[in-house]
């Protein structure tokens, strides 16, 4: 085991995490629709072109774009409509050069036309109503092309569509079910046990003794494991005793591919965390300590290709500690190559913020639209006050190399 809560820097601590897990979880085969959030197994290749036929993309006429040439206001040009395709049909009608068929959004052109004129550039020639064939003068010259999708434009058969460790989007599942990809092999979701400790803990369902608190840490957990892909296993909570610490945690781990202690993991005496994560399998604890506030006393470690992960028992310090390890760590495990970006924006700050060069301050904010731009107010209160995130719209970060930040100055916000 290494020394004793030796920190490490956050950036550092992470890339030691996840180099010692190269291993990923088996997949599955779901039904395309159902698979959102879910991240792909291996590449995923196109059966067949898209659009596999050439399609309009205005309402108006196909027709040769030659026969438009030079076509003005003063001097239109004339063609001769000869037919209409209708929508969900094969275009079947031959143009000969004067001529043009009506054609709708989406609908498939003639194998004989090579463009689009939109019907705002267009007028009928007597009668609007007048039966086929009539007589239109097109306005605007169009070229070879212009108002059409051709086969392939979107994506040529058995191109990549979708890479390995993709996460699965809205506009992915779309893509999928436009080529009748209606199946799709997934990485299985992690399996996350969630152990509560300390004889002060009870449930939330209780009625707190003086002394006592109620359990928040294993749901706030559970909420970001599910928001990262993960499945949540509540184990309950365990007093401060060794022996059934270290037999809760191996079973727990046992029926999970990722454990997850909350509390007991500060330089006290009396916390245990570090001796029974170490004991769960090779190569054991990793480190203990990373250089942020809060959440300096973490414990992040990995018995036999799973991660394990020591929280502070204050669920600020809890939940900022496992964005930064154990949401990389589901990630991971579902072999995503690129993690989703939570969603970040500027904004001023609106007053000075003190920090300690050498460790990464996290800062919950509250932001307010003003005349100038989005502005960002700190929340400052202490680790165990979980309303300083509740009351919060994201965090900000004071990267270890500065001490502290400025009232105005422009800061990246990590919107929750």
């Known amino acids: 085991m290494p020394e004793f809560f030796n920190v490490l820097p956050p950036d ?19 039904e395309t629709a ?72 989406g609908g498939m052109i003639p194998a004989t036309a090579d463009a689009v004129a939109q019907i705002e550039h267009t007028q009928v020639v007597g009668d609007p109503a007048a039966a086929l064939p009539f007589e239109i003068e097109v306005f605007r010259p169009v070229a070879v092309g212009q108002n059409v999708l051709q086969v392939g434009e979107d994506v040529l058969p058995q191109s990549e569509i979708l890479p390995a460790g993709h996460l699965l989007r809205p506009q992915d599942i779309g893509g999928l079910l436009a080529l009748g990809i209606t199946g799709v092999e ?18 939330p369902q209780e009625v707190p003794r003086p002394g006592q608190i109620r359990d928040i ?26 022996s059934a610490l270290q037999t809760a945690a191996t079973s ?58 020591g929280l502070p028992g204050n669920p600020v310090s809890a939940m900022i500690q496992f964005a930064m390890f154990g949401e990389p760590a589901i990630y991971h495990l579902q072999g995503l190559q690129n993690p989703p970006r939570h969603g970040l924006v500027w904004a001023k700050l609106s007053q000075n913020i003190a920090s300690e060069s050498g460790r990464e301050d996290y800062i ?19 680790s165990n006050l979980i309303y300083t995130l509740v009351h919060a719209d994201g965090l900000i970060k004071v990267p270890l190399n500065k001490a502290g930040l400025p009232a105005g100055e422009m800061v990246e916000v990590r919107l929750f």
């Open 12 to 30: 550092e601590a992470r890339v030691l995490l996840l180099h010692h897990l190269g291993w990923r979880l088996e997949t599955e085969r779901l």
């Open 34 to 105: 159902k698979a959102l959030g879910r991240v792909t197994a291996a590449p995923i290749l196109a059966p067949h072109a898209l659009p596999d036929f050439r399609r309009s993309t205005m309402d108006g006429y196909a027709l040769r774009a030659a026969d438009t040439f030079g076509a003005s206001e003063s001097l239109p040009a004339f063609l001769l409509i000869v037919g209409e395709v209708a929508m969900g049909q094969a275009a079947e009608v031959v143009l000969e050069p004067g001529q043009a068929t009506i054609v709708h959004t």
């Open 186 to 203: 997934v990485s299985r979701r992690p399996r996350v046990a969630i152990l509560a400790t300390g004889d002060e803990v009870v449930t």
């Open 217 to 242: 840490n294993t749901y706030t957990i559970a909420g970001q494991v599910e928001q990262a892909g993960g499945i949540p296993l509540l184990k309950g909570i365990i007093p401060d005793d060794f």
């Open 252 to 309: 727990a781990l046992d029926d999970s591919d990722m454990l997850v202690m909350s509390a007991g993991s500060s330089v006290s005496v009396r916390d245990m965390s570090v001796r029974v994560l170490d004991g769960l399998g090779e190569p054991g604890v990793l480190f203990h300590g990373v250089a942020t506030r809060p959440g300096k006393p973490t414990i992040v470690g990995v018995a036999n290709g799973k991660p394990l992960l």
């Open 364 to 382: 919950p904010v509250r932001l307010a639209d003003t005349a100038e731009g989005l502005l960002a107010t700190p929340i400052f209160g202490k």
